[in-house]
């Protein structure tokens, strides 16, 4: 008995889906354009996230040691002072000869005017866990004694960062108007389904039909609704991103700045997971919503 009553309502959400076609194509479309938008944003935001990580493994600040300390003892104890602070993940040592040899290289065919010159100071280059924490462990690494100086080697981590936070409130922003804007297209939408169909909720009430019962294949058409829009979405946005992702990966830029966009296939679970739950959501609610003048809550 409990499957047959399943199997109506479930059968009742789908006749629904199918029976008012227009209004269907219309929640279809709000919600597509919905996660679309969302999905845009949340791309961009794991994007710079990936690029962000590549930056700590790769990116990080270069301690000097002072110019007067030769002694393996000294410096290797400096390193090991440098490794033990919370938050650094690796460094490499470079001699005064290596540095003077990385110069050479940047002079390319004008490397002859660096013979002779000893001007060049050991240092340790220092990558970390945790962008966020770079200005704690400068200032440790400042603190340690035979540090001459510290430098943060690359200027685009702040931007980085900035540009990161502000994705992510605005997708936040985005994402709650537009889930508003879909709610309520979608409670208007299933409301006129419930208004043509009144009198048949008005006579199931008399026959003792309980709110739950009537309520049901609503909601289940608002989920129907919503799943099929986040695998249209997801079919959508995916045939885009990967045509842009290529163009990118492809742009000289960001070949000498060596970093790829992430590639669909590591994004997809995650997109298709924050779709259903968009869409199962916003179609649970606006259906909730739709039937509260013709139920008693």
Known sequence: MKYNIFGYLIGEGFRNVFKNKKSTFACLGI?????????????????????LEGLEESQGMEAFIEFEIEDEQTVQEIGNQIRSIEGVNQIEYVSK???????????????????????????????????????????????????DSVQIRNDTIEALMTVAGG????????????????????????????????KEISIMKYVGATNSFIRWPFIVEGIII????????????????NVLADKIA??????????????????????????LALGIGVGVVGSCISMRKYLEV
């Open 97 to 147: 000869d290596d540095a003077l040899n990385r110069m050479k290289a940047r002079f390319k065919e004008n490397q002859d005017l660096l013979d002779g010159y000893r001007i060049f100071k050991a240092s340790y280059i220092v990558t970390l866990t945790d962008l966020s924490l770079r200005d704690q462990v400068k200032t440790q690494i400042e603190a340690i004694e035979g540090i």
């Open 31 to 51: 919600m597509c354009a919905t996660m679309l938008i969302f999905g845009i944003f949340y791309m961009i935001g794991e994007n710079i996230d990936h690029a």
């Open 167 to 198: 994705i992510r409130v605005v997708t936040i922003i985005v994402l709650v108007l537009l889930i508003l804007i879909s709610i309520f297209i979608i409670t208007n939408t299933i409301k006129l389904t419930v208004h043509a169909r009144r």
């Open 250 to 275: 492809a742009d000289p830029i960001m070949d000498r700045i060596q970093m790829t966009p992430l590639g669909f296939n590591e994004l997809v679970n995650s997109i298709i997971l924050v779709y």
């Open 226 to 241: 919503g799943v099929i829009a986040a695998l249209i979405s997801v079919l959508i946005i995916g045939l885009l991103y």
